[in-house]
């Protein structure tokens, strides 16, 4: 069975400039996470779904940053427009159930702003 | 506020070794704590996963435990080997905070042979 699969792997773009991130979550699973992971750190929430539903954004800078899981499955992370401290790997989860279910992760899409 | 403290940073063992990692939290309500591997450039493997009701869970050279009481976890591998070589990372799910995980900063391992 498929993993979390994500694209692209690698970004690199100048500020100010726009990017987008695809998330596939595991077949069946309701719940997905996108995640930020600066160096040396470990990964940090941006924003958490229930099926098609945001039910926890508050890290989310919505001032730049904005997400969709439209018809519940695959899910796009936004940054417009990029600035150089966005430079991190944005991680993408998916687990069974919300509160309880063990998180599978996907390999990471790494954004350089130049 | 939860909080996860993984120590140490970083460390280096000579292969065959056992060796155990550490993970700290500071509030005990939590539905679960999940062990992590992540190698250079990738995403999060995940080891294994301890539900608040348990107090160790077991696969093949890895050992985690969990005493909710004193906020802690350990991660045992036993023979270590360089393959084991890797960032560890502990993530509790808080009852508290809508079953997010909080991470800590994680343990880089390095497994001389």
Same mark, same amino acid.
Do not use: M
């Given at each position: ?114 | ?44 493997? &995940?080891? +294994?996963? *301890?539900?608040? @009701? =348990? ?6 050279? #890895?050992? %985690? ?7 802690? &976890?350990? +991660?045992? *591998?036993?023979? @270590? =080997? ?6 560890? #990372?502990? %993530? ?22």
């Amino acid at each position: 069975e498929a993993g979390v699969v994500q694209s692209p792997r690698y970004k690199i773009i100048e500020k100010k400039q726009p990017v987008a991130f695809w998330c596939n979550p595991i077949s069946g699973h309701n719940t997905l996470y996108w995640y930020l992971q600066n160096l040396g750190q470990g990964p940090e929430l941006l924003i958490r779904y229930e099926n098609e539903e945001a039910v926890d954004d508050s890290q989310l800078p919505k001032d730049r940053f904005s997400a969709e899981r439209l018809k519940g499955v695959d899910s796009t992370l936004k940054i417009q427009p990029a600035e150089l401290g966005d430079s991190a790997v944005y991680l993408c989860a998916s687990s069974l159930t919300g509160s309880t279910g063990e998180l599978f992760f996907g390999e990471g899409s790494r954004l350089t702003v130049l | 506020k939860q909080e996860v403290t993984q120590i140490p940073a970083a460390l280096s063992v000579p292969e065959g070794e056992n060796l155990v990692l550490n993970c700290s939290f500071t509030d005990s309500a939590i539905y679960n704590l999940q062990w992590f591997r992540q190698d250079p450039g990738k995403g999060l493997t &995940s080891l +294994l996963l *301890i539900q608040s @009701s =348990q107090r160790e869970q077991t696969s093949g050279r #890895l050992n %985690a435990s969990l005493d909710k009481s004193s906020g802690r &976890s350990t +991660l045992y *591998i036993a023979a @270590s =080997q360089p393959g084991d070589s890797a960032t560890y #990372l502990c %993530a509790v799910r808080p009852r508290n905070q809508g079953g997010k995980l909080i991470f800590g900063q994680g343990t880089e391992l390095s497994v001389k042979p």
